[in-house]
């Protein structure tokens, strides 16, 4: 038998995909990846747990929009002919729009999707919708939420560009003398990046860092949030407390004269704002180190001497993405940067304060952003919109209102959601209470090539080829590849790729012209990475990439992104910031002015609703942070997230001394709950936890026994909060969680995560 090699990208690297036309028979790493993700293993069940045709649930197909919603994800699905799906689907968007207008539609589809420049399901959909009257849509991510609605109040740049323009491992490396990295820099979080990465390089730039003498701190309460090729400190780190311990650095500095007053009066605005606060004037409370220990644990001689060793170095204050998705994260985010003002290191080379690296494969890169090949989505007529972890309370509570970012908006009244690409019941929080707002809608549509919980809580279930069964361009613009995804396979079963699917709706619903522009899928990719080349000549034209199989761009191609917290910091009258005050906002009038109790003017310790401090009931904290074996929920079925399960199910990472204060072994089952809901997990006893804190991870399979019961996969989010941080930025507080952990008694429920559901015929 002949095999063939394809080369194909994936937001978690690049691979050569050998097939024998029918299967895929191995997967191999990119020759030019130094350190590739093993998640690409997992490719090889492609054709496992398939949604083979498309599906309705059987209420929904005998009686109609809005029949037995409360059966959603307990009922069979009829199989239909591709017409028969989208003659209904079409005829169903019509009277949604027709009757409550296309604001009673919500466009789901947040989520990683593909790697490729044209089969990319967000891109589709929302261009989709769009050209049908426009839909409801989500603002701000669920990684960085809170990072993304703070940092423009204190810096006056978007998250994003911040970012860009932060200290690269490069520059750490020939500049820093220590890194202090709250939440750290979990390595695994780097395997993966959105539209891919040629190069795993994060390992080697840290490995390169530790070679020029930088030291780095890990205050977290993982040790393995640092590689142990850096030889890091450990300060283990009660969570949800960073704020604390940043107030007790800070108020150390200030009482032993280590502070930069200079750059905080020609800089900073709110300055002496934020000094009453520290030193207890405004609330008769002193944030010294002792105060900062009581919270954290940390011992305060500890956070004296480590404000000492800042502010006698150049210093880089790094701020993990996980460390604000909690209770009142925005405050941590705020803190950071008022400490990196503090030691008068902003826009230096390699110090100040940096967010997210280790977060995905290219922050730190180092890398210019550069265009690349893009499909344009049109303009959404619908003005309504909602923070993107809100997706419960927008269901639940149509009609009411709720703060966002100094507005007053309105949850409109949804009655269809359609989601291509992502998954909600991965990614939400309380996924018990997303299960009941589920219940509200008229009818929920999906794309997906698996069975996953989503395509099980749908009514119409349209079958998603995955970026293996089409062709594409990959790349993201940090990094400095292109690729062709060559196709792998042929479609499995009968499915479609999403610009087929929505060109018929798009027909059918009167706006075919406008969504297709007359062209097929394949003219459209040749139409875009034409339309790119004519303004990139030095690129290879399409038949060359084809021919390649991938370019690496050259460094000298991609300018440096400039920086304006450099120029600012070399005139900050003649460049001034874009906050009202034209400076580092310390204190910030325009949010004061919010009037929000759970966000004051300034950055502020907030107990959280669940931590340590308060954990009575519930004595465990639980992290529920990014697998090492899947990116999120993808690929749950494939071998190399199998292979971190037990029988089946998650591992749950605990402290010796906590498994054995409740009589637990290396892989005993154990029943992990709260009042939210309850999972199954597997124990394992590790050594890099502190005692209190367990760890399970993300992307199991959503698998409840009965609705509101036990998950019998170990999907986390069972147990997380679907409460936003605070009225500023209404991000995600899943780390704001608080558990108990038992011996699982009784029988053994099995595992069906993975299971294809009953299916009937038309």
Known sequence: ???????????????????????????????????????????????????????????????????????????????????????????????????????????????????????????????????????????????????????????????????????????????????????????????????????????????????????????????????????????????STDTAVLLGLAHSLLVAGDHDEEFLETYCTGWDRLRSYLLGESDDTPKTAEWASHISGIDPD??????????????????????????????????????????????????????????????????????????????????????????????????????????????????????????????????????RAWQKPDTIVCHEPFWNPLARYSDIVLPATTPLERNDVGGSGMDDFVFWMEKVIDPVGEARNDYDIFSDLAHRLGSGEEFTQGRTADEWLEHLYERFHSRHSDYPDLGELKRSGHFQIPEEWIPPLPSQIVAFRKDPVGSPLNTPSGRIELFSETIASFGYSDCPGHPAWMEPAEWLGNADTYPLHMISNQPKTRLHSQWDHGETSLNGKIEGREQIGMAGADAAARDLTNGDLVRVFNDRGACMAAVAIRDDLMEGVVQLPTGAWWDPVEPGGLCRSGNPNVLTRDVGTSSL??????????????????????????????????
Request: hydrophobic letters at 35%; a negative charge; charged letters at 20%.
């Open 1 to 239: 038998m002949t095999t063939r090699r394809h080369l194909t990208l994936t937001n978690w690297g690049a691979y050569e995909v050998e097939t024998d036309g029918h299967d895929i028979t191995a997967v191999h790493p990119f020759a030019k990846d130094p350190d590739p993700s093993p998640i690409g293993q997992s490719m090889k069940a492609v054709r496992q747990s398939r949604v083979m045709r498309p599906a309705i649930r059987e209420s929904w197909f005998r009686d109609g929009p809005g029949s037995n919603t409360d059966r959603r994800g307990q009922e069979p699905f009829v199989e239909v002919e591709w017409e028969v799906a989208l003659d209904l689907l079409a005829s169903e968007l019509d009277r949604v729009r027709t009757q409550y207008g296309n604001q009673a539609i919500f466009g789901g589809s947040y989520g990683w999707a593909s790697a490729g420049r044209f089969h990319h399901a967000q891109s589709q959909i929302h261009r989709f919708l769009n050209s049908v009257g426009g839909y409801t849509y989500s603002v701000d991510d669920y990684s960085i939420a809170a990072g993304h609605v703070i940092t423009p109040h204190v810096f006056g740049l978007s998250f994003d560009d911040y970012s860009d323009e932060q200290p690269h491992f490069t520059e750490i490396a020939d500049n820093s003398d220590l890194v202090v990295s709250f939440g750290g820099l979990a390595i695994k979080n780097s395997q993966v990046n959105y539209g891919g990465q040629g190069r795993h390089m994060v390992s080697a730039r840290l490995e390169a860092c530790r070679d020029r003498d930088v030291r780095f701190i890990n205050l977290s309460p993982l040790r393995g949030d640092m590689i142990d090729a850096v030889d890091a400190e450990w300060i283990p780190t009660r969570p």
């Open 302 to 435: 500890r956070i004296r001497s480590l404000a000492g060793e800042m502010a006698r170095a150049r210093t880089l204050v790094t701020v993990s993405w996980s460390v604000q998705r909690t209770d009142h994260g925005e405050q941590t985010y705020w803190m950071a940067s008022a400490l990196a003002a503090m030691l008068g290191q902003i826009g230096l080379p390699g110090g100040g304060v940096g967010f997210g690296y280790g977060a995905v494969g290219l922050v730190g890169h180092g890398v210019g952003y550069h265009e690349l090949p893009r499909l344009g989505q049109g303009k959404n007529p619908v003005k309504n919109y909602i923070p993107v972890a809100r997706i419960s309370d927008l269901l639940l509570f149509g009609g009411e209102e709720y703060d966002y970012n100094g507005k007053r908006l309105t949850y409109p009244e949804t009655h269809l959601v359609y989601w291509a690409g992502g998954n909600p019941f991965h990614h939400h929080q309380d996924l018990n209470r997303l299960a």
């Open 729 to 762: 930025a209404q991000g995600p507080t899943a780390q704001t969680c608080l558990v108990e952990v038992e011996r699982f008694v009784g029988e053994v429920p099995p595992v069906r995560a993975h299971v294809t559901p009953v299916l009937l015929a038309e």
